[in-house]
């Protein structure tokens, strides 16, 4: 899952897949930098068969909750996410609402910390030599979770910490999200696409995965899959 910008039909198109046969679900947001709280809703409402909080908006004169809607057909067996330093935002969000409502486990390097609601706008100047484009984004509200803690500058404590080596990151074998095709074996480093997962981390989902009796579960969803990890994992496009 590289961002949280997308339609929301193209979310449950991904997720009716998921529900034909997966057995568990892998979501990779390595390198995700978040997104819109929209996308988030959309995604989390797949996850629970109940309403759940995800967070509350706090902003220097009101707040509001997020919370998710209860949704047809929602997923309902075992969720794994992966995250890494580049994990921010929203993605730092779900993460930690499968931890606060004991929905899936959380499997990775400490993510960036950045979670706040920003507003941001771009244009350009006239200058004497043409137009100069700009873009800032202004802070509006904090995301407080569920046990009253926000994860600004703090990010989200793994169940499993698990970060690169030296060598796997001199191989190519840094943060980032898998590419389609399978993760072992793989070659590394040789040009195009983004670094595959650590051998680390592939053995822990792997063994994650039998714990929980995982068998098949071969699902194509969007443009990847874990063939030999035995689950689907959901992707989307990037995010700004």
Same mark, same amino acid.
């Given at each position: 899952?590289?961002?949280?910008?997308?339609?929301?039909?193209?979310?449950?198109?991904?997720?009716?897949?998921?529900?034909?046969?997966?057995?568990?679900?892998?979501?990779?947001?390595?390198?995700?930098?978040?997104?819109?709280?929209?996308?988030?809703?959309?995604?989390?409402?797949?996850?629970?068969?109940?309403?759940?909080?995800?967070?509350?908006?706090?902003?220097?004169?009101?707040?509001?909750?997020?919370?998710?809607?209860?949704?047809?057909?929602?997923?309902?067996?075992?969720?794994?996410?992966?995250?890494?330093?580049?994990?921010?935002?929203?993605?730092?969000?779900?993460?930690?609402?499968?931890?606060?409502?004991?929905?899936?486990?959380?499997? %990775?390097? =400490? !993510?960036?910390?950045?979670?706040?609601?920003? +507003?941001?706008?771009?244009? /350009? *100047?006239?200058? #004497?030599?043409?137009?100069?484009?700009?873009?800032?984004?202004?802070?509006?509200?904090?995301?407080?979770?569920?046990?009253?803690?926000?994860?600004?500058?703090?990010?989200?404590?793994?169940?499993?910490?698990?970060?690169?080596?030296?060598?796997?990151?001199?191989?190519?074998?840094?943060?980032?999200?898998?590419?389609?095709?399978?993760?072992?074996?793989?070659?590394?480093?040789?040009? %195009?696409? =983004? !670094?595959?997962?650590?051998?680390?981390?592939? +053995?822990?989902?792997?063994? /994650? *995965?039998?714990? #929980?009796?995982?068998?098949?579960?071969?699902?194509?969803?969007?443009?990847?899959?874990?063939?030999?990890?035995?689950?689907?994992?959901?992707?989307?496009?990037?995010?700004?």
């Amino acid at each position: 899952l590289a961002g949280f910008d997308f339609d929301p039909q193209q979310v449950d198109r991904i997720f009716d897949a998921v529900a034909q046969g997966a057995t568990s679900l892998v979501i990779d947001m390595r390198g995700n930098p978040g997104g819109v709280v929209q996308a988030l809703e959309q995604i989390a409402g797949r996850l629970f068969e109940r309403e759940v909080k995800l967070a509350d908006l706090k902003g220097r004169r009101s707040s509001k909750s997020i919370t998710t809607k209860k949704r047809k057909n929602p997923f309902t067996r075992r969720v794994i996410a992966l995250i890494d330093s580049e994990s921010a935002s929203a993605a730092e969000v779900l993460a930690r609402v499968l931890q606060l409502e004991g929905r899936g486990t959380v499997i %990775g390097d =400490r !993510p960036a910390g950045s979670v706040m609601q920003g +507003v941001r706008t771009s244009g /350009a *100047l006239e200058g #004497a030599e043409g137009f100069v484009p700009f873009e800032f984004s202004v802070t509006n509200a904090d995301l407080i979770m569920k046990d009253g803690k926000s994860l600004d500058r703090v990010g989200v404590t793994p169940d499993e910490l698990l970060r690169p080596t030296a060598e796997e990151l001199a191989r190519g074998q840094g943060p980032g999200p898998l590419e389609g095709g399978s993760a072992r074996g793989r070659a590394t480093g040789s040009g %195009g696409g =983004r !670094p595959v997962v650590p051998r680390a981390v592939e +053995v822990t989902v792997t063994r /994650a *995965l039998d714990e #929980a009796n995982t068998v098949g579960g071969y699902v194509g969803l969007a443009d990847s899959i874990i063939g030999d990890l035995g689950c689907a994992t959901a992707r989307d496009n990037a995010l700004p």
